[in-house]
């Protein structure tokens, strides 16, 4: 390039690699938005993703053909002429030199490129209209077999016609509500569209193996990290959301046990995966690794699960967490903070006490990094300590007070029962649409068949696996195993293996990960939460086992 200065040639090689480095970024960040959008058949989000693929795409060609041109000695002139062409799409002039020698007078690179962009572009559009027709097949489907009612009972014979058969009608028709009430349910596409994406999530198969544990943190007394990394070195073996979990299984006393933990570090961070674990007093899973598993160890791993995740879809979200439920909001707020989130993020938090206040410090550091990000916490019990801030439980006035026009903001929201409970009701006065508020539960999900009475309330939770007293009316038949054990109302068909010792796979016990899916051969079940279970499957007779619950007798293969 004899027309340039080495100084102007410099500065053109130092704006070119910014242009690469700028498009490699936004390729990168567009590939997952259109990743995630297709995930949530998100067809605006789909577009505005490939928007910035393209703009990425177009950043990353004008620099290295801007290098290209450097390196070949075309002159600034031409260099320009070439660039205005391209952007203009007009065929170069015949004495272009960066045509070398492909058709139509465009250079190899250029058709490359085109090529490259065209063949993605409709790879892209495949993928969705693919996902729209399986959305229009499930919402079909859906409106055919109402959620949330008795599963169908067995599953066809052998030779009998596939089709799913005609759901039981409801006792009450639309005839019996007033008719004020009649106008405000959901139309059928808003209220199927969590299942639709639960589905997708359902369907995806989790990685299993072994991760090996590279340090352990101690975040309070009682809570402990545990940073996981692939044994081998380099990434972790599977990519994740924020909000979603994994699951930890462990040989004790010759018996597998599985529990669930959400994932508290950020998928932004690929070298290694991070739990933090409250030690319960008389808990399996959770004194074996606070008490047991040391650095070096391997846990047995199963991942991703779950539903209850964000990555910046909206416009503003709220993180509401008590004790240990912060983990996936921690997960949230580091993911959103290192990708530049650049709304509103408001994290609302409740501790029994300062000590007890998990990832304080981190949380402290972030609010003054990122002037977007809001923490407001109140602790039970703070007489005695240095705290200066709220006390008191997450009250309606507490949510008022630290998170402005909460009505028009989503809300995720994660804590111990009872506080998930009173937050509800705090956020229902406060004007929040209940399908505004996403929520996840720690623990086994409670509920009462219909027909029977509540059950009488219980101080403390019964550990999981063990039995309590229950008075059986029906009887569950296993047919694989040829066992048949009593079934209590208020008794899941995964309690009532265990007891008799039939064995049922499982991992979160609250209804969404559908690793405890069974068949049903005889009878019908309820189940209170269905997220792991896509439509179709309980259109065949598949039931979640850690949720079906029934009053009659059943026939299970297992
Ligand atoms: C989706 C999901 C995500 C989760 N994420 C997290 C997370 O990030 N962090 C976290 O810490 N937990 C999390 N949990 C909860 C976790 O899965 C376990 O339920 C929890 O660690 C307790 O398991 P455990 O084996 O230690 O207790 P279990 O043995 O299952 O016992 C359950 C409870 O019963 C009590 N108990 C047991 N036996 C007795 C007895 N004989 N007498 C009196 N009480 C008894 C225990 O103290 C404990 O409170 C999550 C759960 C779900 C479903
Ligand atoms: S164990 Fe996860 S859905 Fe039943």
Request: with cysteine; net charge neutral.
């Amino acid at each position: 390039m004899p027309a340039l200065t080495a100084e102007a040639r410099r500065v053109i090689e130092a704006e070119a690699e910014r242009r690469i480095g700028w498009g490699s970024q936004a390729i990168t960040s567009g590939q997952a938005r259109l990743h995630h959008a297709l995930a949530t058949n998100d067809t605006a989000a789909v577009q505005q993703a490939t928007a910035g693929v393209r703009e990425g795409l177009l950043l990353l060609e004008s620099g290295t053909a801007a290098l290209r041109a450097i390196e070949v000695g075309t002159a600034p002139r031409q260099l320009a002429m070439t660039w205005f062409r391209d952007q203009l799409g007009l065929p170069p002039t015949e004495a272009s030199p960066t045509a070398d020698g492909g058709p139509w007078g465009l250079s190899w690179y250029h058709l490359t490129s085109m090529i490259f962009l065209v063949a993605f572009l409709v790879g892209t559009l495949l993928i969705q209209h693919a996902r729209m027709r399986r959305v229009s097949a499930l919402v079909e489907r859906l409106s055919a077999a109402p959620a949330g009612g008795p599963a169908p009972g067995p599953a066809p014979a052998p030779g009998e016609p596939s089709e799913p058969r005609p759901p039981a009608l409801p006792t009450g028709g639309p005839s019996d509500f007033p008719a004020s009430l009649v106008g405000t349910v959901p139309a059928p596409l808003a209220s199927t569209a969590p299942s639709a994406a639960a589905a997708t999530a359902a369907a995806r198969r989790p990685w299993s193996g072994k991760l090996r544990v590279a340090a352990i943190f101690r975040e309070t007394p009682t809570v402990k990290t545990f940073r996981l990394v692939e044994p081998g070195g380099g990434d972790v073996p599977f990519t994740f959301m924020p909000g979603h979990f994994l699951t930890v299984s462990a040989e004790l006393d010759g018996k597998t046990a599985r529990r669930s933990y959400t994932i508290a570090s950020s998928p932004t961070q690929r070298s290694h995966v991070e739990v933090t674990v409250k030690r319960e007093e008389q808990g399996l899973i959770s004194r074996h690794l606070h008490d047991r598993v040391a650095v070096g160890e391997s846990v047995e791993v199963s991942a991703p699960l779950g539903v209850f995740t964000f990555m910046g879809e909206e416009a503003s979200i709220v993180l509401i967490a008590g004790g240990v439920g912060i983990t996936p909001m921690m997960s949230v707020a580091r993911y959103l903070t290192d990708r530049s989130y650049p709304c509103e993020i408001f994290f609302l938090y409740g501790a029994r006490s300062p000590e007890e206040f998990v990832f304080r410090e981190e949380l402290e550091y972030l609010q003054k990094r990122h002037a977007n990000l809001h923490v407001a916490a109140t602790m039970s019990r703070a007489e005695g300590t240095a705290w200066m801030g709220a006390t008191g439980p997450i009250s309606k006035e507490f949510i008022a007070r630290s998170v402005p026009e909460i009505a028009r903001r989503r809300v995720h929201l994660c804590g111990p029962p009872p506080m998930m409970e009173a937050v509800r009701a705090a956020l229902a006065e406060l004007g929040v649409p209940k399908d505004q508020i996403k929520t996840e539960a720690f623990g086994p999900a409670r509920g009462v068949a219909p027909g029977t009475a509540a059950p009488l309330p219980s101080c403390g939770l019964a550990p999981v696996g063990k039995t309590i007293p229950r008075i059986a009316t029906a009887e569950v038949r296993f047919t694989k195993s040829g066992k048949t054990g009593a079934l209590a109302p208020d008794q899941t068909v995964l309690e009532a293996a265990e007891v008799i010792g039939v064995e049922i796979d499982y991992s979160c016990r609250v209804g969404i990960c559908g690793a405890c899916k069974v068949r049903l051969l005889e009878g019908a079940v309820t189940m209170e939460v269905e997220e792991g279970l896509p439509p179709e499957e309980k259109a065949r007779g598949v039931i979640l086992a850690c949720q079906a619950k029934s009053v009659g007798n059943l026939a299970v293969e297992a």
